[in-house]
């Protein structure tokens, strides 16, 4: 473990912090706001952006600890050594073919895990059922999860904070079992919660397994291009960083008790997504492409066997937290993609030798 623990500051627990989001949104508030000691538990799995804490090691004001939410004794512990006065819980397996193959790690991870920080908050900030400690008024605990927890939607409708929960994969479950063991502490305990539940992000540092990084590694290794099924699929597609944006505002403005959705009015299907990526590829990768024998990237999609049970579309009602919070989520795609794309291709070229 290393510290850089200073007092003085307001301490805020984000578990997770290594991963896709949680990285950016770390880099995203110790920008923001010099003031919050950021600690971030992680467990550093496959999952993780290794090289992440490199970069955010240069702000003073950042602490990183390896281990895991659901160990309860190590919670604890950070909770009285940091005396963390606020928790931003992205941790979690994520990944809905790995809950296919290993639904055991999500239950552990999502819903224990999830649990074990939930315990901790409430020793640390609370007397007991609806006694918060002096001083500890403005504590909260804001759950990260996702859209997934609804369900499946038809050709039309939006998912809303009102719509009913219905997941459908082991992941989605767990993450829905996770909401509300949180909306429980709120209502039994007091306990001061958030939870947002988004649409799928895209951008920097989300890890090789998932759908946009796929299909631009298997792009620029020249390799097939899988997609599932009929590639008829929708998903909403939210840049990270405009996510991050919804966090910082909803844990700081959202009200009590309330759960916020996040989405970016995005729609695409699977096959329009992986041809959109395919165009902007031809544009960038020109030489390339030429030096392969191909006139598009395109050529390269290939129909795989779809995954089991995979939910037809989603799509999120976003009026709560626009009307509410005057949040909306304001990358163009088009800029957010270009860009994604420009840095995995940073990320898969071969690294230089430099000779001296
Ligand atoms: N990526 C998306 O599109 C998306 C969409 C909706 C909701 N979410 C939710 O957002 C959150 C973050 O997602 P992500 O895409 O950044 O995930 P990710 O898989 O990229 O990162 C998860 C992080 O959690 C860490 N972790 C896993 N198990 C842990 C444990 N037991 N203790 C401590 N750390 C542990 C991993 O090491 C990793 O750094 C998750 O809760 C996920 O359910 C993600």
Redesign the pocket.
């Known amino acids: 473990m290393t510290s850089t623990h200073t007092i003085n500051r307001k301490p805020i627990l984000v578990?997770?912090?290594?991963?896709?989001?949680?990285?950016?949104f770390i880099l995203h508030i110790l920008s923001k706001y010099p003031d919050y000691e950021i600690v971030n538990?992680?467990?550093?799995?496959?999952?993780?952006?290794q090289d992440f804490n490199e970069q955010a090691g240069q702000f003073p004001q950042y602490t990183f600890l390896q281990?895991?939410?659901?160990?309860q004794e190590l919670v604890n512990f950070i909770f009285a050594e940091y005396n963390i006065r606020g928790v931003i819980?992205?941790?979690?397996?994520?990944?809905v073919d790995n809950s296919i193959s290993n639904p055991g790690?999500f239950v552990?991870?999502?819903i224990v895990?999830t649990s074990t920080l939930l315990n901790a908050a409430v020793t640390h900030w609370m007397d007991g059922p609806g006694r918060v400690k002096l001083g500890y008024e403005e504590c909260r605990f804001h759950?990260?999860?996702?859209?997934?927890v609804y369900g499946a939607l038809g050709e039309t409708g939006k998912f809303s904070e009102e719509s009913k929960y219905a997941p459908n994969s082991p992941?989605s479950a767990s993450?829905a079992s996770?909401d509300l063991l949180v909306r429980s502490f709120n209502r039994t305990y007091g306990l001061n919660v958030v939870i947002t539940?988004?649409?799928?992000?895209?951008g920097p540092?989300?890890?090789d397994e998932?759908l946009i990084p796929t299909i631009i590694r298997s792009a620029l290794q020249l390799k097939p291009i899988p997609i599932y099924g009929n590639g008829c699929n929708v998903r909403d597609w939210?840049h990270?960083q405009d996510?991050a944006e919804a966090i910082d505002l909803v844990y700081h403005r959202g009200t009590n008790g309330e759960t916020y959705n996040v989405g970016s009015d995005n729609e695409w299907n699977n096959l329009n997504l992986a041809l959109e990526i395919c165009t902007i590829l031809d544009e960038l990768a020109t030489e390339q492409l030429r030096e392969a024998g191909l006139t598009n990237y395109s050529e390269l999609i290939q129909f795989v066997n779809d995954r089991p049970g995979h939910d037809w579309r989603y799509a999120i009602d976003t009026t709560k937290i626009n009307k509410e919070l005057s949040w909306k989520a304001g990358t163009p795609f088009r800029t957010g993609l270009r860009q994604t794309i420009e840095w995995y291709r940073e990320m898969y070229q071969p690294k230089q030798i430099v000779r001296v």
Do not use: M, P, W
């Open positions: 578990t997770g912090g290594s991963g896709f989001i949680g990285s950016n538990l992680d467990k550093l799995t496959y999952a993780a952006a281990g895991s939410i659901e160990n819980h992205f941790a979690a397996e994520s990944h790690v552990q991870t999502n895990g759950h990260i999860s996702t859209d997934e992941y993450k996770s539940n988004c649409s799928n992000n895209y540092r989300q890890h998932k939210l990270v996510h």
